[in-house]
């Protein structure tokens, strides 16, 4: 059944419009995570989580249990989370230390951080003239088809051919070097907590809303406008308010037709860039203390490059949302059709003096933390979404917001002026997400 669906799916993907069956049917979610997510480079963790031999987590690829590691090496690799013997996890917490090998706590076969067989108890008696032993590939823990590394941050893809890393990001690959250029020691190291949201909803609908501009003076309108009162009466009193109140007060201040003011690009793969920086660089003492560790670092030209880059979001597809300007990442393991686990990361500016990174913090419990107001205006419209999807309201869902307006050069497809609030990157994404699943139009 689900093979004779697959032809229909070219009719489920049109310029301005998808069919509501692309977030609701538990057989597309299936293809979805055999075409995109278990084919293309995802997200698995930063270098700096596991920076001693043995230090492991573990990560959702599509379905698919894994482990990302540090090996003896000083490599990175990423394994299947599975014994080669019976299936076994090999790993059950969600991060910790394997010691000098790998130990399935079954049956006590060893592995070698890369995965390699190391030892089976009683090999020689118990496995003699088997198929079994050391040369066999087969008893060794399964690694990723490729690994590769973009300044410190790992992806893994579980196919064996497709374009490098690098290739892949493209242009996009801006969000990882305006991060780590915005530390003196031109690289960032991840704080090791996480937030982890389990979403309601299809793990599109979180990606959609990451650029669509047009949403937050509308949804986040009631804390903004809360947050910015009482920054207001701050001001009034003392002189001036904390920068914190203007990370929550700009969902008031900047109205609707200011986000027209910003511009989207539209990459091939489905990524996206929204430009426009929340102007969260006071010329205050925090900050010129900051500027001036910069101008030893990289020079007072260069400084002012990194410092000017004017980038609010980006969203490399189908996985992660990155916030470069305030070193926040946000990764996305779809866990069914109608449910979603994001994981909040962010990170530290190696070199920059720490109020700077109280600044990156403030933003990650303000905005992207799940007891925030922000977080939990989009979660409830994600939820809504997912409800309305599954009725017999409608059949579409529109993408139509300045939809032929947008221009296109080199495969790069931008919003036209005072068009920030296009639906250009939703249209973008439906298309990567067409071409992946075999039926682009």
């Given at each position: 059944m689900l093979q004779e669906r697959i032809a229909d799916?070219?009719?489920?993907?049109?310029?301005d419009r998808v069919r509501k069956e692309v977030y609701t049917d538990p057989q597309i979610f299936e293809l979805e995570m055999a075409r995109i997510h278990e084919k293309v480079w995802i997200y698995c963790g930063h270098e700096s989580q596991v920076p001693k031999a043995g230090d492991y987590y573990t990560v959702q690829v599509g379905r698919q249990p894994m482990l990302m590691v540090r090996g003896k090496d000083k490599l990175v690799h990423v394994l299947y989370n599975r014994c080669p013997h019976r299936g076994n996890m090999m790993c059950g917490d969600r991060h910790g230390n394997t010691g000098e090998f790998f130990r399935c706590s079954y049956h006590a076969w060893t592995f070698q951080h890369d995965g390699k067989l190391r030892s089976i108890p009683m090999m020689e008696s118990g496995y003699a003239g088997t198929r079994y032993g050391m040369d066999n590939p087969d008893c060794s823990m399964k690694m990723a088809a490729r690994v590769e590394s973009y300044r410190g941050f790992v992806f893994a893809s579980l196919a064996a051919d497709g374009p490098t890393l690098k290739e892949f990001l493209g242009d996009s690959r801006i969000a990882f070097d305006d991060m780590c250029d915005r530390a003196p020691a031109g690289e960032v190291e991840v704080v090791p907590n996480c937030f982890r949201v389990i979403q309601h909803s299809n793990w599109k609908i979180f990606l959609e809303n990451q650029l669509d501009a047009l949403h937050p003076s509308v949804v986040h309108q009631s804390t903004g406008r809360a947050a910015h009162e009482v920054e207001k009466d701050i001001a009034k009193k003392t002189g001036k308010a904390p920068l914190s109140y203007h990370m929550l007060s700009a969902f008031a201040t900047v109205t609707i037709?200011?986000?027209?003011?910003?511009?989207?690009?539209?990459?091939?793969?489905?990524?996206?860039?929204?430009?426009?920086?929340?102007?969260?660089?006071p010329q205050d003492p925090d900050t010129l203390a900051y500027e001036k560790v910069m101008h030893k670092a990289y020079g007072k030209t260069r400084t002012e490059e990194i410092l000017g880059v004017n980038i609010h979001h980006v969203l490399i597809y189908p996985g992660l949302s990155v916030q470069s300007p305030l070193q926040q990442l946000r990764a996305v393991r779809p866990l069914g059709v109608d449910k979603t686990l994001t994981e909040i990361w962010h990170f530290r500016l190696k070199g920059a003096p720490e109020p700077i990174y109280r600044r990156s913090l403030a933003y990650y419990n303000l905005v992207n933390s799940p007891s925030t107001l922000i977080n939990a205006d989009d979660l409830e419209n994600f939820w809504k979404c997912q409800q309305g999807l599954g009725s017999d309201g409608g059949d579409w869902v529109s993408f139509g917001r300045y939809h032929g307006r947008d221009l296109e050069k080199d495969g790069v497809v931008e919003t036209g002026p005072g068009m920030g609030t296009s639906e250009a990157p939703m249209r973008n994404q439906m298309k990567a997400w067409a071409q992946y699943m075999g039926n682009a139009r």
């Open positions: 799916l070219a009719k489920f993907v049109e310029p037709d200011k986000w027209d003011d910003f511009q989207t690009l539209n990459y091939p793969h489905g990524h996206c860039i929204l430009t426009g920086y929340m102007g969260l660089r």
